[in-house]
């Protein structure tokens, strides 16, 4: 069976760039892909290269696992895990670090860019994390990977190990190819246009959390950075408040650009924010009500320990066969 894999750091909230461009792609394939396998984790072991508390790290991994649900996807047809319950995951990735250069990993844009704004304590899993990435995909052997514009620079060295690792120990592992959503793969911030919207931004405004209550997303959108124009028109390049705004309204409200731009023809935004407050919220009001049935309940421990079990079969299987191939251990009967 084909596969198909994503995973997400624990660290901050999922917001609503997070779920337009990846999350809400993902159900949808889910239920275009039906001859696929999907596994999708969350990613605890990429949230330590800076030091996390200890319980507000366990309260946002069982979050954001409560959240994926409550977003639709289906505990049958997708194994969701969380990262260090599969230890297969560290195992290999070592062994391709052992398989990888330091000038690829040197030249990652992520690492430079974290790396120059935390200045001092860099720690070498923040410099070696492509690789544990590298692993994550590859030991799945998926055929595809759902990734932003942001991260394909990471999916390029996991298909460049691949054909590495490929040529020296006859091909063990699928070369992936990237899955990008031709709308709403990059939402942005609400305060700065000109910047992806991120859970890490300091700036609470720029952006809206999947469980924000109601006052707070129509408040947000109501103080987002727009134009001086006052018009409704979509143009990214000379616009790009405005036509965030409407990427945001066309994805939830399944309208077209022109669509939005007749409706509102000869309205100014204080009536279109105001609609796409509502729309937002109406969009995130379900998600919430399900949200808060799953966290505290048993049903979502027993949806991660049955992801965690398939995804240590399919892992373990591929780490010993890689040893197997470079001469680990005793020779496999």
Same mark, same amino acid.
Request: hydrophobic share 35%; aromatic share 8%; net charge neutral.
């Given at each position: 069976?084909?596969?198909?894999?994503?995973?997400?750091?624990?660290?901050?909230?999922?917001?609503?760039?997070?779920?337009?461009?990846?999350?809400?792609?993902?159900?949808?394939?889910?239920?275009?892909?039906?001859?696929?396998?999907?596994?999708?984790?969350?990613?605890?072991?990429?949230?330590?290269?800076?030091?996390?508390?200890?319980?507000?790290?366990?309260?946002?991994?069982?979050?954001?696992?409560?959240?994926?649900?409550?977003?639709?996807?289906?505990?049958?047809?997708?194994?969701?895990?969380?990262?260090?319950?599969?230890?297969?995951?560290?195992?290999?990735?070592?062994?391709?670090?052992?398989?990888?250069?330091?000038?690829?990993?040197?030249?990652?844009?992520?690492?430079?860019?974290?790396?120059?704004?935390?200045?001092?304590?860099?720690?070498?899993?923040?410099?070696?994390?492509?690789?544990?990435?590298?692993?994550?995909?590859?030991?799945?052997?998926?055929?595809?990977?759902?990734?932003?514009?942001?991260?394909?620079?990471?999916?390029?060295?996991?298909?460049?190990?691949?054909?590495?690792?490929?040529?020296?120990?006859?091909?063990?592992?699928?070369?992936?190819?990237?899955?990008?959503?031709?709308?709403?793969?990059?939402?942005?911030?609400?305060?700065?246009?000109?910047?992806?919207?991120?859970?890490?931004?300091?700036? $609470?405004?720029?952006? &809206?959390?999947?469980?924000?209550? %109601?006052? /707070?997303?129509? @408040? #947000?959108?109501?103080?987002?950075?727009?134009?001086?124009?006052?018009?409704?028109?979509?143009?990214?390049?000379?616009?790009?408040?405005?036509?965030?705004?409407?990427?945001?309204?066309?994805?939830?409200?399944?309208?077209?650009?022109?669509?939005?731009?007749?409706?509102?023809?000869?309205?100014?935004?204080?009536?279109?924010?105001?609609?796409?407050?509502?729309?937002?919220?109406? $969009?995130?009001?379900? &998600?919430?009500?399900?949200?808060? %049935?799953? /966290?505290?309940? @048993? #049903?979502?421990?027993?949806?991660?320990?049955?992801?965690?079990?398939?995804?240590?079969?399919?892992?373990?299987?591929?780490?010993?066969?890689?040893?197997?191939?470079?001469?680990?251990?005793?020779?496999?009967?």
């Amino acid at each position: 069976m084909k596969r198909i894999l994503s995973g997400i750091q624990p660290t901050g909230s999922l917001n609503i760039g997070t779920y337009l461009g990846s999350v809400k792609n993902f159900v949808k394939l889910q239920e275009k892909l039906p001859d696929h396998e999907f596994f999708i984790f969350i990613a605890d072991l990429h949230a330590i290269t800076i030091h996390k508390d200890k319980q507000e790290l366990r309260k946002k991994i069982k979050e954001l696992a409560a959240l994926y649900i409550a977003c639709g996807l289906d505990p049958d047809r997708v194994n969701l895990f969380i990262q260090s319950e599969v230890p297969a995951h560290s195992q290999m990735a070592y062994l391709l670090q052992c398989n990888s250069y330091m000038g690829e990993l040197e030249r990652m844009t992520q690492f430079k860019e974290k790396a120059r704004k935390q200045e001092t304590g860099v720690t070498v899993g923040l410099f070696t994390y492509p690789t544990l990435m590298a692993a994550d995909i590859l030991i799945y052997d998926p055929e595809f990977v759902p990734v932003g514009n942001d991260q394909k620079q990471h999916l390029e060295l996991a298909r460049d190990i691949a054909v590495r690792v490929n040529n020296k120990y006859n091909d063990l592992f699928t070369v992936p190819e990237p899955l990008i959503a031709e709308v709403g793969a990059r939402i942005y911030s609400l305060s700065d246009p000109t910047s992806k919207m991120s859970k890490s931004d300091s700036n $609470e405004k720029s952006r &809206i959390n999947l469980l924000d209550p %109601e006052n /707070i997303i129509k @408040k #947000r959108i109501k103080s987002a950075m727009t134009d001086s124009l006052g018009t409704i028109e979509y143009d990214p390049e000379n616009r790009p408040g405005i036509s965030n705004l409407m990427t945001i309204y066309s994805i939830m409200a399944h309208k077209t650009f022109d669509e939005i731009e007749e409706k509102y023809k000869g309205m100014g935004y204080k009536e279109f924010k105001e609609d796409l407050g509502e729309v937002v919220y109406q $969009e995130l009001k379900p &998600i919430q009500d399900k949200y808060n %049935e799953l /966290i505290n309940s @048993k #049903r979502l421990d027993e949806i991660l320990d049955q992801g965690r079990e398939r995804a240590n079969q399919v892992a373990y299987k591929k780490v010993m066969k890689f040893n197997d191939r470079i001469g680990l251990g005793r020779k496999r009967k």
